[in-house]
């Protein structure tokens, strides 16, 4: 039997990450948690991971910058960003950098339950 789809959490903020590993816990994945997009880089299991939501704005790192790092180090796991300083630059920004979805916070928690359930079907 294979191991459900690993999903990592990305956000500085603790409550938010918290929040959102009980959700995708809920739903039957698995779910790390990272402080940092740079926390998440250093990690030796990057390449197993099957999906990533992370926020925007973080320091260090961004969401955005974290998708393009991952996309030209040739690693193609959908990252969903999300963002509570949301506009059209930023969501083009986004999607410019590979991102396979942007919600702006506070999204709507099922919007999000689709999408991880579209990007982890087998």
Not at 9 to 19: F, K, N, V
Not at 39 to 57: K, R
Request: aromatic share 6%; with cysteine; glycine share 6%.
């Amino acid at each position: 039997m294979n191991a459900p789809p690993l999903v990592a959490i990305i956000d500085d903020d603790e409550d938010i990450r918290q929040s959102l590993e009980t959700l995708v816990e809920m739903i039957g994945y698995r779910v790390d948690t990272f402080e940092s997009a740079e926390a998440f880089l250093g990690w030796p299991l990057v390449g197993t991971t099957d999906c990533i939501v992370s926020d925007i704005h973080m320091k260090g790192l961004s969401g955005i910058e974290l998708t393009r790092a991952l996309n030209q180090a040739g690693h193609s796991i959908p990252v969903i960003l999300i963002s509570a300083y949301a506009s059209d630059d930023i969501r083009r920004r986004a999607m410019d950098a590979g991102a396979a979805c942007f919600l702006s916070k506070p999204f709507d928690v099922d919007m999000l339950v689709h999408r991880l359930k579209s990007l982890l079907r087998p």
